[in-house]
């Protein structure tokens, strides 16, 4: 009862995990919250054990109003390097390759990652698979 | 004493009462909200799907809403009939799926694009939506799926490759169609009175 009031008040229409695993955090990987002052890399490999995964940048659940209208990278968009590595920027200042940009709003920022038709060992442990990092560069 | 701890008592159980019927009430009244507001406040139609393009910046309403998909959205009411649901499933998806949502918002099922592919071979698939208990007599190429309540809500989702590149028009023009080829009419039902019948 508990989780079906939860998932209705918070995860309305959402797809059951054999069909997609939404993960999502405001916490860079050293628990800091992320900060529009700095520059992240997320950095991932593959297809994440999945069919099909995007990545988006909110800002106060929203998509980031930057100048590029550029809110999120996928599997079919993101630039792999020849080991099947990608690296995504999140900053403000241009950054070369993957990058989506901090707009200039403010409010609580947070990055989504969808894995849609994940890999049964996905479905059945998430926290055991290799997730892209989000690692914070440089502040201003 | 006494009359002071049956008071408490009394407001103890209550309280419990009220959270209890809280919490199992929530889905119910969250579920009423979205079909509202998928129903734009009443002026759009039940039983029919509104397919919807990809959104812009500006037309973002739902929280951490997904930017590469495009959706088609559906409020079933099978109170007077069962619902034939023509799913048309593109051949090279990413990711296509039909998931129906119960009156409580539970996912009680869900086609993807591989899943009908594999199963049913074909790219259209003829879904019926009928009451839970109810009788239906299926037609062969029909999938009769029963819905726990008789009113919920169905998406259609699509991810769209890339949203960014300068080929998206023609993917968006080929998806849109295909997104556009599903719909969805009421199963018209032997009139009982009919002498014929």
């Not at chain 1, 002052?37 to 998509?63: D, E, M, P, Q």
């Not at chain 1, 995504?88 to 947070?110: A, C, H, T, V």
Request: contains cysteine; hydrophobic residues 40%.
């Amino acid at each position: 009862m508990y989780v079906r009031a939860i998932v209705a008040a918070f995860g309305t229409l959402a797809l059951k995990s054999s069909e997609a695993i939404y993960l999502g955090t405001d916490k860079d990987d050293e628990g800091n919250p992320i900060d529009d002052n700095c520059t992240y890399k997320i950095v991932g490999k593959g297809n994440l054990h999945s069919r099909w995964w995007n990545i988006t940048l909110y800002r106060n659940t929203k998509w980031m109003a930057n100048e590029l209208n550029r809110y999120s990278y996928s599997k079919t968009n993101v630039d792999y390097d020849k080991d099947g590595q990608w690296i995504i920027r999140l900053s403000k200042i241009e950054q070369q390759g993957n990058w989506i940009p901090f707009d200039n709003r403010s409010g609580p920022m947070s990055v989504s990652l969808r894995l849609y038709n994940p890999e049964p060992s996905a479905i059945a442990d998430i926290k055991s698979m290799e997730l892209p990092e989000i690692i914070r560069e440089a502040c201003q | 004493m006494k009359s002071w701890k049956k008071t408490l008592i009394i407001i103890i159980v209550l309280a419990a009462l009220f959270h209890v019927i809280t919490i199992a009430a929530l889905p119910y009244v969250v579920s009423g909200m979205v079909q509202n507001r998928l129903l734009e406040k009443g002026k759009l139609e039940k039983n029919v799907f509104y397919h919807g393009a990809i959104r812009q910046f500006e037309d973002v309403v739902v929280p951490g809403d997904n930017p590469d998909t495009i959706t088609s959205r559906l409020v079933y009411d099978i109170r007077k009939a069962p619902l034939l649901v023509k799913l048309r499933i593109p051949d090279n998806a990413s990711y296509w799926s039909f998931s129906l949502y119960a009156n409580n918002l539970d996912n009680f099922y869900t086609l993807n694009d591989m899943d009908a592919k594999s199963k049913y071979r074909t790219s259209t698939v003829n879904l019926v939506i009928i009451k839970s208990k109810d009788a239906y007599k299926k037609k062969p190429d029909e999938v009769v799926v029963q819905s726990p309540s008789a009113t919920g809500i169905g998406i259609i989702r699509i991810v769209v490759q890339d949203r960014y590149s300068p080929e998206v028009r023609e993917e968006l023009a080929n998806l849109r169609k295909i997104q556009m080829a599903s719909k969805c009419e009421l199963v018209k039902l032997p009139d009982l009175k009919s002498p014929l019948f």
